[in-house]
């Protein structure tokens, strides 16, 4: 168990949850198996991103002994506009994920967790608007950083 209250209380939400398997819906069964996380002004102080690591990686043990037989992808990432970490399954049948972005998949899950803590939650600047002093640059194109890993 992680050393904070708010992460083991997200585990105990989340890691018996039930997986819906439909090889046939991509969509489907993303939706179905999506959770999403975020603290509260008085939680985030206690999350660092080492907790979401272990959440993670807990999540994914459980889900890898609830799945024996079945052949899914679990994956997670950092939901911007929402300010949220989600993560789903789908079928390894489908052979990709369910956005409809570009993708850009790692295994490197603490990644993910920094991106979402001190990027997001704990950077009280995170979505400031730039100022208008500069010049405006084209944005670069949206690249979606993704966990993804085999489960079982």
């Known amino acids: 168990m992680m050393n904070c209250r708010t992460v083991n209380a ?7 949850d039930e997986v819906f398997i439909d090889a046939d819906d991509i969509n489907r069964e993303a939706m179905e198996n999506m959770w999403s996380f ?27 002994n609830a799945l024996a037989g079945e052949q899914m992808l679990f994956y997670c990432w950092h939901d ?3 300010r949220q ?5 789908v079928s390894r049948s489908h052979g990709r994920l369910p956005f409809r972005c570009e993708v850009r998949e790692t295994q490197d899950l603490a990644l993910i967790a920094d ?10 600047d ?5 100022s208008e002093d500069g010049d405006e640059q ?4 949206f690249i979606l ?5 085999p489960v079982p």
Do not use: K, Y
Request: aromatic content about 10%.
């Open 38 to 64: 975020s603290p509260t002004d008085e939680e985030t102080p206690q999350i660092h991103a080492a907790d979401i690591v272990a959440f993670i990686e807990e999540l994914i043990a459980a889900r890898g």
């Open 10 to 16: 997200w585990l105990e939400m989340a890691q018996d």
């Open 126 to 130: 995170f979505m400031q608007a730039p």
């Open 145 to 149: 950083p993704a966990f993804v890993v």
């Open 115 to 124: 991106r979402v803590v001190n990027g997001d939650w704990r950077n009280e």
């Open 138 to 141: 084209e944005s670069p194109p």
């Open 80 to 82: 911007v506009q929402c």
């Open 85 to 89: 970490l989600r993560f789903s399954l």
